[in-house]
């Protein structure tokens, strides 16, 4: 299509339409990459909850579906926490009510929760299936691996939530930015600071982020439909990235219990929580997060603080009760529509056009 007004992410990245599929792990596979890619999007896997011979498998199935369609392969970026003994026994204390009031062996070792940082394996891993587009959560992986990232020919995206991480990420390589709004869904990507307090909406990040770097920009958070497409192009975005609207398709890997949260949920009732990860992600609002307070010092780091609630949610959880599981989901969740991911993702961009050619 020649009508969109900034071409410069359909040049940089080979799709056809400004719209990028957040890659949300646990939620997303190749199905939903697939649906998008296939409409002309940029389809996404999340490799941080995946084995390297399960990315492989999606690559294949992706690429089998697809073939000649771009993909983009996401990773997380953080620290491996150091041990802190102490901050776990006191986390775990604070959950001792709920395993007494579901008989949980509170006694039993506490589960381990953990999410695969960007490392050497990950980076040989890029180099042998030579993924189109690369992206990274919470900043960038070490340079010596980015370059090598940068080698096999694949565009670097990171997602900033301010405009220092957005100049940051350019000085440091990213091909485009990510300009993720407090109204986003999941883990928030911020990097340079832990300060909740400096978190931002879309619509204010987006411009000022676009003045800051020469890079092209993606607007994400807070964008279910063609209306805010169009107002992130105004704003000075090249694209957008879209996560919540896509959890309530079909190809979304969500729990009964996450989808009834999604569908019934008020659009105000999502809120900034470390409870299930220890770092700052947003979600629908559930028993744990009412009662302990979304944010808790308690929390061990990233990405620990899941596994004192592993034994709760195996209780729970079959049950179809969500009141110990993440409910991840952005603020424009009332904006979801059940609709195939294709399907959606070509309805957003015709829309869009016939609002941009007004």
Same mark, same amino acid.
């Given at each position: 299509?020649?009508?969109?007004?900034?071409?410069?992410?359909?040049?940089?990245?080979?799709?056809?339409?400004?719209?990028?599929?957040?890659?949300?792990?646990?939620?997303?596979?190749?199905?939903?990459?697939?649906?998008?890619?296939?409409?002309?999007?940029?389809? %996404?896997?999340?490799?941080?909850?995946?084995?390297?011979?399960?990315?492989?498998?999606?690559?294949?199935?992706?690429?089998?579906?697809?073939?000649?369609?771009?993909?983009?392969?996401?990773?997380?970026?953080?620290?491996?926490?150091?041990?802190? %003994?102490?901050?776990?026994?006191?986390?775990?204390?604070?959950?001792?009510?709920?395993?007494?009031?579901?008989?949980?062996? /509170?006694?039993?070792?506490?589960?381990?929760?953990?999410?695969?940082?960007?490392?050497?394996?990950?980076?040989?891993?890029?180099?042998?299936?030579?993924?189109?587009?690369?992206?990274?959560?919470?900043?960038?992986?070490?340079?010596?691996?980015?370059?090598?990232?940068?080698?096999?020919?694949?565009?670097?995206?990171?997602?900033?939530?301010?405009?220092? =991480?957005?100049?940051?990420?350019?000085?440091?390589?990213?091909?485009?930015?990510?300009?993720?709004?407090?109204?986003?869904?999941?883990?928030?990507?911020?990097?340079?600071?832990? =300060?909740?307090?400096?978190?931002?909406?879309?619509?204010?990040?987006?411009?000022?982020?676009?003045?800051?770097?020469?890079?092209?920009?993606?607007?994400?958070?807070?964008?279910?439909?063609?209306?805010?497409?169009? %107002?992130?192009?105004?704003?000075?975005?090249?694209?957008?990235?879209?996560?919540?609207?896509?959890? /309530?398709?079909? =190809?979304?890997?969500?729990?009964?219990?996450?989808?009834?949260?999604?569908?019934?949920?008020?659009?105000?009732?999502?809120?900034?929580?470390?409870?299930?990860?220890?770092?700052?992600?947003?979600?629908?609002?559930?028993?744990?997060?009412? =009662?302990?307070?979304?944010?808790?010092?308690?929390?061990?780091?990233?990405?620990?603080?899941?596994?004192?609630?592993?034994?709760?949610?195996?209780?729970?959880?079959?049950?179809?009760?969500?009141?110990?599981?993440?409910?991840?989901?952005?603020?424009?969740?009332?904006?979801?529509?059940?609709?195939? %991911?294709?399907?959606?993702?070509?309805?957003?961009?015709?829309?869009?056009?016939?609002?941009?050619?007004?």
């Amino acid at each position: 299509m020649s009508q969109w007004p900034d071409r410069r992410i359909l040049d940089l990245l080979g799709i056809e339409l400004p719209i990028l599929q957040a890659p949300m792990a646990g939620a997303t596979g190749s199905a939903m990459a697939i649906a998008v890619g296939a409409a002309g999007g940029l389809g %996404a896997l999340p490799c941080a909850m995946l084995t390297a011979a399960q990315i492989a498998e999606e690559i294949e199935a992706f690429r089998a579906a697809c073939p000649g369609r771009p993909l983009n392969l996401n990773f997380f970026c953080h620290q491996p926490p150091l041990p802190d %003994a102490e901050r776990d026994a006191r986390w775990k204390q604070a959950l001792k009510p709920y395993y007494s009031e579901l008989g949980a062996d /509170f006694e039993a070792p506490t589960p381990v929760s953990n999410r695969a940082p960007f490392d050497e394996q990950s980076c040989q891993l890029v180099e042998r299936l030579r993924p189109e587009v690369v992206s990274f959560h919470f900043g960038l992986p070490a340079p010596q691996l980015l370059q090598r990232v940068k080698a096999t020919g694949a565009k670097v995206l990171s997602s900033a939530t301010t405009v220092a =991480e957005a100049v940051w990420l350019e000085r440091h390589g990213c091909d485009a930015i990510i300009a993720m709004g407090y109204e986003a869904g999941g883990h928030r990507g911020m990097f340079l600071s832990e =300060e909740i307090t400096s978190q931002i909406g879309t619509f204010a990040l987006v411009p000022q982020i676009a003045d800051a770097v020469k890079v092209p920009v993606i607007a994400a958070g807070g964008i279910g439909d063609h209306r805010g497409l169009v %107002a992130a192009l105004a704003l000075g975005a090249s694209a957008v990235q879209i996560g919540t609207a896509y959890l /309530f398709c079909p =190809e979304a890997k969500v729990s009964a219990a996450h989808r009834h949260a999604l569908d019934t949920a008020p659009a105000s009732e999502t809120a900034l929580t470390n409870l299930f990860t220890g770092r700052p992600a947003r979600g629908i609002i559930n028993r744990v997060m009412r =009662e302990l307070g979304p944010m808790s010092e308690l929390a061990p780091r990233f990405p620990l603080a899941g596994g004192a609630l592993m034994p709760l949610r195996a209780i729970t959880d079959p049950q179809g009760n969500s009141d110990f599981s993440n409910l991840w989901s952005g603020q424009a969740l009332r904006l979801g529509r059940h609709l195939p %991911a294709g399907e959606l993702t070509q309805d957003i961009a015709d829309k869009a056009l016939q609002q941009i050619g007004r």
